[in-house]
């Protein structure tokens, strides 16, 4: 057996919480504060019908498109919108703004989707919850490089 933490008696002894801290008390002590209603440690709860544990893969998981960097830099521009500018809309930091532009997103979900909502664009799925057609939520299929040809006939249809 093991001693009170109060009063050092050798005793069966309580999770207790006293003045916000949870002491192991015996029996006498106890009414110096609430018994903490734990499961003693080795044993387990008791299982409750239609109580069910979410598995970690019942949940989508979101992720960023590929070229969210530079679809968030595209519809910035069009807006005539500097970094700084779109940084103090989104209420964050310029050097974010310039991370995520130069594709660095990951860890950064949560300051994705402020942009989505921001710029209106489709820059994070849910994977398992897209359709075989569109694997990813970018709004172009693939970004390809640029030629000199290109940006010729890009001149010549202005």
């Known amino acids: 057996m093991a001693n009170c933490e ?3 008696a050798t005793a069966s002894l309580q999770p207790v919480i006293v003045e916000g801290v949870q002491l192991v008390v015996c029996p006498n002590c106890q009414k110096f504060g609430k018994l903490v209603s734990s499961t003693p440690q080795g044993q387990r709860r008791e299982y409750v019908p239609g109580m069910r544990m979410p598995k970690k893969d019942d949940a989508p998981q979101e992720f960023v498109a590929p070229n969210a960097g530079d679809l968030i830099k595209g519809a910035r521009e069009k807006r005539n919108m500097r ?3 779109l940084a103090r809309m989104l209420n964050i930091r310029e050097s974010i703004v310039h991370q995520i532009e130069a594709g660095n997103t990951h860890q950064m979900l949560d300051v994705v989707k402020k942009f989505e ?4 664009l489709k820059l994070v799925a849910k994977r398992g919850a897209l359709s075989d057609d569109n694997e990813t939520p970018s709004v ?4 390809k490089p640029l030629t000199i040809g290109d940006l010729i006939n890009k001149a ?3």
């Open 6 to 8: 109060m009063c050092g």
């Open 83 to 85: 970094q700084v500018d």
């Open 117 to 120: 909502t921001a710029l209106n």
């Open 140 to 143: 172009k299929a693939e970004a």
């Open 156 to 158: 010549m249809k202005k």
